[in-house]
């Protein structure tokens, strides 16, 4: 069987990360009845909590074919061996000096611009972004266009009725009981709560 | 029993068809003797599919391996219930469940339909068959779940661990009645069309069939939230995963026609829409289906991906043409009876109400389908994840939620600016005592300050109108505040049962916000080793590793990690949480080990504990703890959205009952004081 060199040097480094932390590892604890029915993890370190850490992770997204970003991946599909990767591919890039837009700007040039949980709001990526916004408010200021028309209309028509009403002012009377003005407006809005 | 099950595809098949044929033929010809078959026909339809689903159940309960389906998603150590669930765990067995559901509805509808709609009914039963002959359709040549494999294996691959979940056995078949009860509402509104009987009856026909699709569809959202959220152990229950969106969507415009509707019911106007929200929300659950079976998009959901991809596709053309060309033809019929008089009226309020929905609607969809586009026009893949739909939906929701407020305050037709004075008053110094008090404790995180005050306006609004409902029968009655309330909400449940649902919905938006807050640590402890984790309301909790103790249990290898738990030094119990290493029969591994979270539920946050694994073989456990606050409003959120839902279309309690019981004649004689406004249930109210 012949082994490539970058899989050996993985192997190797593997071999000897698993050599020096090992005795660390499991310092304290007692060998379980059957390891092979869980997962194994590594120790959680501080760096896996760091606040920027995460803070980028949820913006990257794992490429398992999980659909979620990588913090949330690596803390929940414990089955997943990409998520653990990606985190220590990110831990590696802060350690060397890189900060949180360096870090995403590296991803994004290696794994593509699908790595990013969410498109760069820039280019064609902007008509995801604003097309709804944009639509529910034309469309809401076309609306309230529209009900301010009918409503000056309505008042119109309203007017041109009192005027019409004016011009035969006893048969009025005789049909309403000459209510005042300030009674109109109580029936109106009595009604219009009775309507609720 | 495969013999008879494909027997009864095929009859099920036949019977819709003719079913479907006849019920056209029949009106078209004015032959009401073949219009009489096809009601006929829904209860054959619905038999024979019966027949067909006990024996795939059969099949299932007795192991029988050489079926493709039992085979695929069960094993013989399966616990009982779940080989019952299994039924529509995959596919085949899906589109079974929905099409033998949809068959009940169908002759169900037939049934208890007032004989006032007789016209409607065999145009009804024409379309519910044809939604039934393309399901069985679907089966018979794309996924028939009575396959036989030319062998029988020993054992069968078993069930899919995360749907191992008691949640499972309810979430799917919850979700399933809100998209296939869709259809019948949708079969009316094409009755309506195709027999041009366009005034309200067909609304008040399907009114209740309307609802109960509504409450089953946020029945099954919650459930599959919930089921997220005990059984996927990443400590949320909404991700904008696209099956999750596939669910919202039709849920999104149901909700816009239950507004909407009240202004068709009340003055005769947005006929054309109501019946376009119906289509679009039938349309919206077929087309829901189409992306997360296809395969188009990737979902972490997809249990059940096939190859029926092409013809929900065909399905969803056809449906879409036909109904957009019988819409059209009918147009000129569905003219409105009254035009809107102002912008502060109830109408205009309901109007931005379906904006917001509608633009929810789009927007979601326009999120779940960009990666689509932009491949398309860029060349390039992109994911649309949580912080896109986030983005773009959060300042809608808040603008509904505000209109959720708004709404019940404003008057038909035209609100004068005294009566808004006069309603607006306590809801927004409800709304600013709670902005205040947010403030004055320190919440700084804008979104959740705003969702929180517009709930307190919410709160407002829904208080004053049931306070004054119930003074009013307290002061003409004399009723107690307790008797007063019963009889306010029993008079007119449509409308207070919409409150009920309003607090609901509010109660949901106060439980997302507190999600902005949740905080989490990945630690890694030996045995008698302890971590600290600050909740947000500032208590300290402490968490000291037990140890791992493992077991054998049903169909499941168990390794169950355990943690002490301390809430500012003082003893809180053990929080257990578990990995489950599943087998088959034999006792070989199937599929990877799932996780089991703890959690501690109380009104004020969740502990949240998922054991990820155990270190280097040993005891020595890495987990997952977090605090999520109010995340138990989320499930009342729902019983409360229920509870009004049930009580809006439960019968009786309006105009036309009470007033028979009492006597009393149309019209009115008490003097228009606010006490008499406030006690008139009878005539009162949206229910009316």
Redesign the interface.
Known sequence: MSVGRREFLRLAGGAALGARL?PQ???????????D????????TTA??DPIV?EIE??L?CMC?????IY?CR??D??CTYSPELHKELLALKAGGAGPEAIVTAFVAKY????????KPE???LA??L???A??TL??AA??W???R??GR?RRDAALAEAEAAKAPKAQALRVGSPDAAEL??????L????? | MTLLGQFCLWLALIASAWGAGVAFAGRWRTRPELAGTATASTYGVCAALLVAAACLWKGLFAHDFNIEYVAQYTSRNLPEYYVFSAFWAGQKGSLLFWATILSIFGATVQTVTSRRHAELMPYVAGITNVVVAFFILTMLFAANPFERLPFTPEDGRGLNPQLQNPGMTIHPPMLYLGYISITIPFAFAMASLLSKRLDTGWIHAMRKWTILSWLFLSAGITLGMWWAYVE?????YW?W?PVENASLLPWLTMTAFLHSVMIQE?RGMLKRWNVGLVVASFLLSIFGTFITRSGII???HSFAQGNVGTFFLVFLILITIASSALLYARWPLLEPEA?????AS?E?AF??NN??LV?IA??VL??TL?PIL?EA??G?????????FN??NV??GLFLLALTGIG?LI??????A??LQRQFIVPSVTGLVVAVALLAIGIRDGWALAAWTLAGFVLGTVGQEFWRGIRARVKIHGESVLLAFNHLISRNRR?YGGYIVHVGILTYFVAFAGMAFKV?????L????SAELKSPYGHTYRFTHLG?S?YDQLNR?V?AASLDVRKDGVPQGRITSE?R?HKDSFGRNTF??S?EVGIWSNAREDLYV?Y?????????A?Y?ISINPLVMWVWLGAGILIVGGLITMWPGGAVVGSRRRTGVEAGYQTP?TDAA?GS?PE????GS
């Open positions: 090992a590892d499991t310092a304290g604890a007692d060998p379980l009845f059957r390891p029915m869980v997962q194994q993890r590594p120790n959680a896996d909590n995460t949820r913006r997204k074919g999980c659909n979620l970003d949330t803390t929940t414990f089955t593509g611009e699908q790595i990013l949980m969410a498109p280019g064609f990526n995801g972004y097309v709804p916004g639509v529910v469309v809401g609306l309230a529209v009900l301010l009918r409503a309505a407006e109580r029936l109106r809005e009595a219009a709560e009775v309507e609720d | 996927l152990g990443w400590g949320g991700a995963d009340k990737a979902s972490v035009e809107l008089e102002s912008l109830r205009a109007l931005f904006l917001a633009g789009f927007s326009w999120g960009f932009s026009v860029q390039t893949k992109i994911t649309v994840g949580p912080p896109f983005r773009v300042p809608l019940p008057a038909w037709r035209k609100a004068s005294a009566n409308r989490t640590q990945e630690v890694t030996s045995p008698g080793e791992v493992q290898w390794s990995k290493q990877e080990p996780t998922v990820a694994g155990s270190v280097g073989g040993t005891d020595r890495t997952a228009l406004i008139r005539g009162a109210g949206i």
